[in-house]
């Protein structure tokens, strides 16, 4: 089994900023890449960036240059530092680690707003 808690999210000015995080317990010995993926109202959930147990991130093209992936593999966090927020950024973010020898998870999302 295992958990994972999403936190950081809030209410912002469009240009402002916000730091999530993605805390994973559990079964948690064979995580090899961790993603944060957002859902915009109304939009299906899409990926925005990813981090592998080796260090390399891959960014959506929507999110580059402003969102950046990070990950404290000591304290199975994952964060995604979000600057420039625009209304479009709007919606649920969560969090998808995937294991080697074990199923994927989700967290339950923390929510973004963004005030134009």
């Known amino acids: 089994q295992v958990q994972l808690v999403e936190s950081g999210g809030g209410l912002v000015q469009a240009g402002g900023s916000l730091r999530l995080s993605c805390v994973a317990s559990?079964?948690?010995?064979?995580?090899?890449?961790m993603d944060w993926y957002h859902k915009a109202p109304g939009k299906q959930r899409e990926l925005v960036a990813s981090i592998t147990s080796g260090g390399n991130t891959n960014y959506a093209e929507s999110v580059k240059g402003r969102f950046t992936i990070s990950r404290d593999s000591l304290k199975n966090t994952a964060y995604l530092q979000m600057n420039s927020l625009q209304p479009g950024d709007t919606g649920t973010y969560y969090c998808?680690?995937?294991?080697?020898?074990?199923?994927?998870?989700w967290g339950q999302g923390t929510q973004v707003t963004v005030m134009s």
């Open positions: 559990g079964r948690v010995f064979d995580i090899n890449r």
């Open positions: 998808k680690i995937h294991r080697a020898y074990s199923s994927s998870a």
